[in-house]
């Protein structure tokens, strides 16, 4: 199957300082990447859509101005955390879309990173 | 709006026992469906996928699952399960043409000796 790349996999910052967090399809091009955050024994929450090339979408809920999403090429999306404080500390896990055929023909596979462990002091 | 039940949160199992995780999905047409795993600290690993043709699909790691449209079920299942399969496991949809998964709640699986 196809590689996702995420780095790094886990960081410990300061309250008030950003992070970010890099997402890298090693082995194809996504036009479509999506972050998600996951708390201790829950399911994954999608924060939002990242699209090469154009502005993020994100879910209901999620603060744009604190989660900055850039999609700046095919390969690669990141996610800073600004002005991180304790309660963004959680476990972040971006996805890249792996497209079989196009148009509503499309039969889209999402593959995974590693996931990045955030911890805010 | 799609969505996927879970049924179980937890399933103990015994090495070399054999295994089905319940899936049942909400959704109008035929939807696309997944199996994820997660090891603990980890991200998500694809088991298998589902988008048309035979309903009974194979994955890796000798998982398979069914599709039953009557119905509106995906289960997982491995005849023989092993002790490194203990993880948390996702039954997922994709609906419309967005390609966004909506994941059930998850089901922890513990494999004992």
Same mark, same amino acid.
């Given at each position: 199957?196809?590689?996702?790349?995420?780095?790094?996999?886990?960081?410990?910052?300061?309250?008030?300082?950003?992070? @970010?967090?890099?997402?890298?399809?090693?082995?194809?091009?996504?036009?479509?990447?999506?972050?998600?955050?996951?708390?201790?024994?829950?399911? $994954?929450?999608?924060?939002?859509?990242?699209?090469?090339?154009? @502005?993020?979408?994100?879910?209901?809920?999620?603060?744009?101005?604190?989660?900055?999403?850039?999609?700046?090429? $095919?390969?690669?999306?990141?996610?800073?955390?600004?002005?991180?404080?304790?309660?963004?500390?959680?476990?972040?896990?971006?996805?890249?879309?792996?497209?079989?055929?196009?148009?509503?023909?499309? @039969?889209?596979?999402?593959?995974?990173?590693?996931?990045?462990?955030?911890?805010?002091? | 709006?799609?969505?996927?039940?879970?049924?179980?949160?937890?399933?103990?199992?015994?090495?070399?026992?054999?295994?089905? &995780?319940?899936?049942?999905?909400? #959704?109008?047409?035929?939807? #696309? &469906?997944?199996?994820?795993?997660?090891? *603990? +600290?980890?991200?998500?690993?694809? &088991?298998? /996928? #589902?988008?048309?043709?035979?309903? !009974?699909? %194979? +994955?890796?790691? +000798?998982?398979?699952?069914?599709? /039953?449209?009557?119905?509106?079920?995906?289960?997982?299942?491995? *005849?023989?399960?092993?002790?490194?399969?203990?993880?948390? #496991?996702?039954?997922?949809?994709?609906?419309?043409?967005?390609? /966004?998964?909506?994941? +059930?709640?998850?089901?922890?699986? %513990?494999?004992? !000796?």
């Amino acid at each position: 199957g196809a590689v996702v790349s995420q780095h790094p996999s886990w960081v410990i910052c300061k309250s008030g300082t950003s992070v @970010k967090i890099e997402c890298r399809s090693l082995d194809f091009q996504a036009t479509t990447m999506f972050w998600y955050r996951q708390f201790p024994k829950q399911s $994954l929450m999608l924060m939002a859509t990242s699209n090469e090339g154009s @502005k993020a979408t994100y879910e209901q809920g999620v603060e744009k101005d604190k989660f900055l999403i850039n999609h700046a090429s $095919l390969t690669l999306s990141t996610l800073t955390v600004t002005s991180a404080h304790p309660e963004d500390s959680s476990f972040y896990i971006c996805s890249a879309i792996w497209a079989s055929g196009r148009g509503r023909g499309a @039969k889209n596979i999402q593959y995974f990173g590693a996931g990045t462990r955030l911890s805010v002091l | 709006a799609q969505s996927v039940t879970q049924p179980d949160i937890h399933i103990t199992v015994s090495e070399g026992a054999s295994l089905e &995780l319940r899936c049942n999905y909400s #959704y109008g047409a035929t939807p #696309y &469906l997944f199996w994820y795993v997660q090891s *603990p +600290g980890q991200g998500l690993q694809l &088991l298998l /996928k #589902y988008f048309s043709g035979d309903t !009974l699909v %194979q +994955g890796i790691k +000798g998982f398979e699952a069914e599709f /039953k449209r009557s119905q509106s079920s995906f289960n997982l299942r491995k *005849p023989s399960v092993h002790w490194s399969d203990a993880a948390e #496991y996702f039954c997922a949809v994709v609906a419309g043409t967005a390609s /966004k998964l909506t994941f +059930g709640t998850g089901t922890r699986l %513990q494999v004992t !000796l």
